[in-house]
Each structure stands twice: as C-alpha cells, then as structure tokens.
C-alpha cells in the first residue's frame, strides 16, 4: 500500500482558501455598525458621525436611548432624545454608484436640565470594508 503525503495538498487548498476569503472580504456585504455618544443636559445638538465600512447602499439608522450610570428617572419630567439623520456624507464612486461614508446627527433632548443621557446609532447596510478608518464615540454637550 502507497502513502501520498497530504501535508502539500492541505498547504495548497488552505492558501486557496485565504485568497478566497481576502477576496470576499472586498465584495459588499450586509454590515451593521454603532456609535454611542453622550449628550449632557437638554436642548437640540448636531453629531458628524464616520462610519468605519463604506456602504454601497443607503444605510438604515435606528436610535435608541438610555440614561447614563448613576442618573435617575424622574416620572414627572421623563427623559427624551430624538434623533435624526440630517444629512449624509458620501461621494460618487461613478455616475450610478453613491458610496455612504457618514452622516450628520440631530439629537434634540428633554429632561431635567442636569441629566445625561446616551444616544446609540446603529447603521445596517451592503458595505465594503474602508480604508483603517476610526468609528470612535463623539462626546458632545448640548
């Protein structure tokens, strides 16, 4: 009975395997990203968010909202953030493709005046994996 060595066989089929994947990885796929951002006291705020994928179609965002550590619900004066997307940051790869780099925020709080409260973002959509950019947390007072 005759042996074939496998081990260059493996070698070869696992190197095919990582071409595969590094390829895939510059096709779009659906992506979900988040950011959360601290906003102190009440009133109306903008937030310029970068996103760290590019999206080849238009992302949908969805907000939500709690209080930060340590603040306390007051039932008569109930904590609110409202949140909107104002304008998006994009560039025309050609004619017919945007690509969906980032988007501006407008946040509008009600509340107790010294409150704080974090607004979370979450942005889904095809995207493509961007160049090293930095989601990072944008801290804003309003």
């Known amino acids: 009975m005759t042996f074939i060595n496998s081990a260059p066989i493996q070698r070869a ?29 009440i009133g109306r705020t ?47 790869a050609d004619p017919n493709n945007v690509l969906w780099t980032g988007c501006r925020i407008l946040a509008t709080t009600r509340g107790h005046t010294t409150q704080r409260q974090i607004l979370t973002w979450v942005a889904t959509g095809i995207a493509i994996d961007a160049d090293t950019a930095q989601l990072g947390s944008t801290m804003d007072s309003i």
């Open 13 to 41: 089929f696992q190197n095919q395997r990582s071409r595969i994947d590094n390829a895939t990885a510059n096709f779009g796929r659906e992506r979900r990203v988040a950011g959360s951002l601290l906003i102190e006291g």
């Open 46 to 92: 903008g937030i310029d968010v970068r996103f760290p994928v590019v999206f080849v179609t238009q992302p949908v965002m969805v907000f939500g909202q709690q209080l930060d550590v340590n603040e306390h619900y007051d039932i008569s004066i109930p904590p609110q953030v409202e949140a909107t997307v104002s304008r998006w940051t994009s560039r025309q």
